[in-house]
């Protein structure tokens, strides 16, 4: 099908864009990559009166060095992402689960800011941005804000942005010390999306797990951090056995959804397993 | 209507379009390109695929006026000019990697790209760098024979890693004794 007609603007820069969503309507949708939007507006699920695309802004796009932290335009492609030197660097577990997202066509196009905002619970980079503690940089007509990952997920396909607000930037903090971090993808098929994904951040200090982050895919209406294992694992020596044994709490917490592609309680053991073989590779056994 | 300026295989147009007008039926309606094709309604099958400024895309996920300024190069723009196939082309011909042909031009325009970024695959490099691409008929053998093929050819050392299509040459006998 082909979507229902709308307004189209084309800023050049961030204020530009955000004039343009302020004066676009009641139903103003920012496009970045288009890779989720088109297909909804497509299938008439969204109609909005007004799209702000996003493409020529080339403040948003790249990845840059801030000391203590990478910075990834919210515009950057899939692909980019994933080949970026920075991000190699510092934040492999994000190369690696965006080279499990869709195909190469649609990571040509899509953005991560654009996967993060939409939010969906099987999409696989918001549980990487909670597990590597990110901060999103929100701009809007009054200014700037930043929200910790923690508290941008807010619920099903719903984050902490507002109306008329724009999502600039994700500061990615480096990480001192020994880390080694896993992404963890269980889907039925080419190019579908996490029926559960588990994202782990290990960091090692002579033979023990100093402190591990894990972020959980598609095991509730928004991103997961697996608390339990976490503690668990807290100063936990890094053994086979122990990284076992804290992972049979992964499901602590959460709650799936049941669907097409698997129950709730086939989610809740997947999650289990994934988080076994994620904290043992990210701990390097 | 928002007015247009691309270059689509190698000439250049402008047009009037909506802004909803999705660059594939753009392709297709406007421009009369119907080699390229719509196979879905979810973005999944990649049978529309083309190259908007050297990267592959779906064009069915894409406006026409985000391909503004842009090149954009389509299964018939991708031989040669003055004649005879696309090396990838030929190659999908002699490995016999297709069957209706439904999903070729995007399989090709899709594999071109890969190879862009990887010439020389192997089998299961292929098999992920194609996975956007949905085919119905072949079982993908002889499709990733065709783009191994391909990239040998592209590298300028014969055949690559690809063996002629097993599948063809078994079939061969059979076919011609029912038809006696
Ligand atoms: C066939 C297919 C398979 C896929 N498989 C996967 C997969 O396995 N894993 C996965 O994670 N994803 C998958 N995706 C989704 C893909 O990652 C998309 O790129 C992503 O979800 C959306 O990114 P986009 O840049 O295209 O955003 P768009 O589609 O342009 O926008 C998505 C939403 O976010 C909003 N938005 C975008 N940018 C901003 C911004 N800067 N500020 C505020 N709001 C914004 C838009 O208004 C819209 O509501 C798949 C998509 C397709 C078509
Ligand atoms: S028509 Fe199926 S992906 Fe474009
Ligand atoms: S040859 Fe028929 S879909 Fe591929």
């Given at each position: 099908?082909i979507?229902?007609?709308?307004?189209?603007?084309?800023?050049s820069t961030?204020?530009?864009a955000?004039?343009?969503?302020?004066?676009g309507?009641?139903?103003?949708?920012?496009m970045a990559?288009g890779?989720?939007?088109?297909?909804?507006?497509r299938?008439r699920l969204a109609?909005p009166?007004?799209v702000?695309?996003?493409?020529r802004?080339a403040?948003?796009?790249?990845?840059?060095?801030?000391?203590?932290?990478?910075v990834?335009?919210?515009?950057?492609?899939?692909?980019?992402?994933?080949?970026?030197p920075?991000?190699?660097?510092?934040?492999p577990?994000?190369?690696e689960?965006?080279e499990?997202v869709?195909?190469?066509?649609?990571r040509a196009?899509g953005?991560f800011?654009?996967a993060?905002a939409h939010?969906?619970?099987?999409g696989?980079?918001?549980?990487?941005?909670?597990?590597l503690?990110?901060d999103?940089?929100?701009?809007?007509?009054?200014?700037?804000?930043?929200?910790?990952?923690?508290?941008?997920?807010?619920?099903?396909?719903?984050t902490?942005?507002?109306?008329?607000?724009?999502l600039?930037e994700i500061r990615?903090p480096?990480l001192?010390?020994?880390?080694?971090?896993?992404?963890?993808?269980?889907?039925r098929?080419?190019?579908?999306?996490?029926i559960?994904?588990?994202a782990?951040?290990?960091?090692?200090?002579?033979?023990?797990i100093?402190?591990?982050?894990?972020?959980?895919t598609?095991?509730?209406?928004t991103?997961?951090?697996?608390?339990?294992?976490?503690?668990?694992?807290?100063?936990?020596?890094?053994?086979?056995?122990?990284i076992?044994?804290?992972a049979?709490?992964?499901?602590?917490?959460?709650?799936?959804?049941?669907?097409l592609?698997?129950?709730?309680?086939?989610?809740?053991?997947?999650?289990?397993?994934?988080?076994?073989?994620?904290?043992?590779?990210a701990?390097?056994? | 209507?928002?007015?247009?300026?691309?270059?689509?295989?190698?000439v250049?147009?402008?047009d009037d379009?909506?802004?909803?007008?999705?660059?594939?039926?753009?392709?297709r309606?406007q421009l009369?390109?119907?080699g390229?094709?719509?196979g879905c309604?979810?973005?999944?099958?990649g049978?529309c695929?083309v190259?908007?400024d050297?990267?592959?895309?779906?064009?069915?996920?894409?406006?026409?006026?985000q391909?503004d300024g842009?090149?954009v190069?389509t299964?018939?723009g991708?031989?040669?000019?003055g004649g005879?196939?696309?090396?990838m082309?030929?190659?999908?011909h002699e490995m016999h990697?297709?069957?209706?042909?439904f999903?070729?031009?995007?399989?090709?325009m899709?594999?071109v790209?890969?190879?862009k970024e990887?010439?020389?695959?192997?089998?299961?490099?292929?098999?992920e760098g194609?996975?956007g691409?949905?085919?119905?008929?072949?079982?993908y053998?002889?499709?990733?024979r065709a783009v191994?093929q391909?990239?040998?050819?592209?590298?300028?050392?014969?055949?690559?890693?690809?063996s002629?299509?097993?599948?063809?040459?078994?079939a061969?006998?059979?076919v011609a004794?029912a038809?006696?």
């Amino acid at each position: 099908m082909i979507p229902a007609a709308f307004a189209y603007a084309r800023p050049s820069t961030v204020d530009e864009a955000l004039q343009a969503i302020a004066e676009g309507g009641d139903d103003v949708k920012i496009m970045a990559g288009g890779q989720s939007l088109i297909p909804v507006m497509r299938l008439r699920l969204a109609a909005p009166e007004t799209v702000v695309d996003l493409t020529r802004v080339a403040e948003l796009r790249g990845v840059r060095d801030d000391g203590d932290a990478i910075v990834i335009g919210a515009m950057t492609t899939h692909h980019d992402v994933m080949t970026d030197p920075l991000v190699l660097q510092h934040a492999p577990l994000i190369a690696e689960a965006t080279e499990t997202v869709a195909d190469r066509q649609v990571r040509a196009r899509g953005t991560f800011g654009g996967a993060l905002a939409h939010a969906d619970p099987a999409g696989d980079l918001p549980a990487v941005a909670l597990a590597l503690d990110a901060d999103f940089v929100i701009a809007g007509l009054g200014g700037r804000r930043t929200v910790p990952a923690s508290e941008f997920f807010v619920d099903y396909l719903t984050t902490a942005l507002e109306e008329g607000e724009l999502l600039v930037e994700i500061r990615v903090p480096k990480l001192a010390g020994e880390w080694g971090m896993r992404y963890e993808k269980f889907n039925r098929v080419a190019q579908a999306w996490s029926i559960v994904a588990v994202a782990a951040v290990v960091r090692r200090e002579d033979g023990h797990i100093a402190e591990a982050r894990i972020g959980l895919t598609n095991m509730g209406a928004t991103p997961l951090r697996a608390s339990a294992v976490e503690a668990a694992l807290a100063g936990a020596q890094a053994s086979p056995e122990t990284i076992a044994e804290a992972a049979r709490s992964a499901a602590e917490g959460t709650a799936p959804s049941s669907d097409l592609n698997a129950q709730a309680d086939y989610r809740e053991h997947l999650v289990q397993v994934l988080t076994r073989r994620a904290v043992t590779a990210a701990a390097g056994l | 209507m928002t007015q247009i300026n691309v270059r689509v295989d190698g000439v250049t147009y402008t047009d009037d379009v909506e802004p909803r007008t999705l660059l594939v039926h753009y392709l297709r309606e406007q421009l009369g390109k119907v080699g390229t094709v719509v196979g879905c309604d979810t973005s999944n099958c990649g049978a529309c695929t083309v190259h908007l400024d050297g990267a592959a895309v779906k064009s069915c996920t894409v406006l026409a006026v985000q391909a503004d300024g842009g090149e954009v190069t389509t299964i018939e723009g991708l031989a040669p000019e003055g004649g005879g196939l696309h090396p990838m082309q030929k190659a999908f011909h002699e490995m016999h990697g297709l069957q209706c042909g439904f999903c070729t031009p995007g399989m090709i325009m899709a594999s071109v790209d890969l190879l862009k970024e990887n010439p020389d695959p192997s089998e299961t490099e292929v098999r992920e760098g194609i996975e956007g691409n949905l085919c119905r008929c072949t079982g993908y053998q002889n499709i990733v024979r065709a783009v191994q093929q391909a990239a040998g050819e592209m590298r300028g050392s014969g055949n690559g890693h690809a063996s002629p299509a097993e599948v063809d040459t078994a079939a061969a006998p059979h076919v011609a004794g029912a038809q006696q």
